[in-house]
T-cell receptor, first 110, second 110 residues
Framework: QQPVQSPQAVILREGEDAVINCSSS?????VHWYRQKHGEAPVFLMI?????EQKGHEKISASFNEKKQQSSLYLTASQLSYSGTYFC???????????FGKGTRLSVIA | EAGVTQSPTHLIKTRGQQATLRCSPI?????VYWYQQALGLGLQFLLW???????NRGNFPPRFSGRQFPNYSSELNVNALELEDSALYLC?????????FGPGTRLTVT
């Protein structure tokens, strides 16, 4: 079951904050966040395992609500380099393939 | 440490031909995944190989096939190419929950 991402697209000015949501209709074991720039491969940002933890990487952090079967990616004080398409991928235990949402296109403008 | 590598970078074929794409996972990674990313679409799971065996396949016709070699590298074959097969084909590898993508092979079918 493909996770649902929202919003589909968002435009920000430098320094503004954004939240990208990822929800699933089935129980989640893990949520993986990637950023893909045009013409490039998706780059791994972070992984969240069930347990409601929150992780952060510089000004990008994420939360995982196991009960609500959703994850949110928080981008704080956005920079031009944050532009790209963000994908969430959901996984089961083990090495089972990730199932990705359709992506959220984020554009940061000066 | 070298990341996931793929070859060729670009491939142009005509309808009805066969295409072969290659992938070398990160050293030590035993699982290899293939994803198709058509223009403007998300990442669609194609095939999963682990320890030389096909573990799972996505909702794609049988003309999409592949294999994994003893050194864990992998090959994706697409027979009887159709115009809608034009896409970026991404290979990924993992040795646990974290999945890393290669740069992709852009296949164009004319």
């Amino acid at each position: 079951q493909q996770p649902v991402q929202s919003p589909q697209a968002v435009i920000l000015r430098e320094g503004e904050d954004a939240v990208i949501n990822c929800s699933s209709s089935k129980a989640l074991y893990s949520v993986h966040w990637y950023r893909q720039k045009h013409g490039e491969a998706p780059v791994f940002l972070m992984i969240l395992l069930k347990g409601g933890e929150q992780k952060g990487h510089e000004k990008i952090s994420a939360s995982f609500n196991e009960k609500k079967q959703q994850s949110s990616l928080y981008l704080t004080a956005s920079q031009l380099s944050y532009s790209g398409t963000y994908f969430c991928g959901t996984g089961n235990s083990g090495n089972t393939p990730l199932v990705f949402g359709k992506g959220t296109r984020l554009s940061v403008i000066a | 440490e070298a990341g996931v590598t793929q070859s060729p970078t670009h491939l142009i074929k005509t309808r009805g031909q066969q295409a072969t794409l290659r992938c070398s996972p990160i050293s030590g990674h035993t699982s290899v995944y293939w994803y198709q990313q058509a223009l403007g679409l998300g990442l669609q799971f194609l095939l999963w190989y682990d320890e030389g065996e096909e573990r799972n396949r996505g909702n794609f016709p049988p003309r999409f096939s592949g294999r994994q070699f003893p050194n864990y590298s992998s090959e994706l074959n697409v027979n009887a190419l159709e115009l809608e097969d034009s896409a970026l084909y991404l290979c990924a590898s993992s040795l646990g929950p974290q999945t890393y993508f290669g740069p992709g092979t852009r296949l164009t079918v004319t």
